[in-house]
């Protein structure tokens, strides 16, 4: 069977990454699967083993293992039929990285990485705004603190990683989406999967 083709979406707390993944999927043959997302589901399954574990990473900011986070994505990807993914919010550390390469390397590529670059403060700005109405128990200063210091020391060294491997396209995170997607086009026409 052909690999999956992935995309890896990485960038801070509030970057856009969401946003310009719908942005995405509306041009182009792309499946969206938002870690974050797909760990806020678990959570909520009734009778899931994880939902206490998970909901307190979430308001920490600190990072699932990725036994659970793999194994959400790895499903999803099976049921969905496809072959193309934009992988969002994940890999976010180091463990992701192993469990994600151990479990996926012979399954997947990972065709490209798409760093939404965004100064900090725009980042925290942008969800204390969408907190007013998000319901989402990271939205807050508190949490905010801790997921852009787990974004510092955990994920930058991720996308490091895949910097020295030539994979990382760097985007402006902080113009409108519509100049944030005008830019992420020129990448996607330029890949072949
Ligand atoms: N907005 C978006 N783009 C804009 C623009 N260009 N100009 C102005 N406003 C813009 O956008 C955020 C807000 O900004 C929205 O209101 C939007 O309208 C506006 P969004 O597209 O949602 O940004 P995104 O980068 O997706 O922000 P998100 O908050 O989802 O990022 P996080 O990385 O913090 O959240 P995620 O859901 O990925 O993870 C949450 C937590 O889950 C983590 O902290 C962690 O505890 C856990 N997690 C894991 O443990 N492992 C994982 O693999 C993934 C998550
Ligand atoms: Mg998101």
Redesign the pocket.
Known sequence: MAKYNVLFVL???????????DYIVRDYDFVHL????L??EERQRPGSQYGEE?EG??R?????PVQI?CSLLQRAMENSGRKNFLI?????NKD?LEGWNKAMEEVADVKRVLF?DCDEKVCVD??L??GKT?G?S??NEESLKK?IH??NTSTMPIIEHYRKLNLVSELH?????D??FGDVKKVLDDLTL
């Open positions: 960038g801070g707390p509030g970057a856009g990454k969401g946003t310009q993944c938002s870690a974050g997302d760990l806020r998970i990473h979430i920490s900011g600190t990072i699932v986070t969002d919010g994940f890999p976010r992701n939404f942008r969800c705004n969408r998000s989402r990271d939205d997921r787990t974004y995170a902080e113009q409108t989406p100049e944030v």
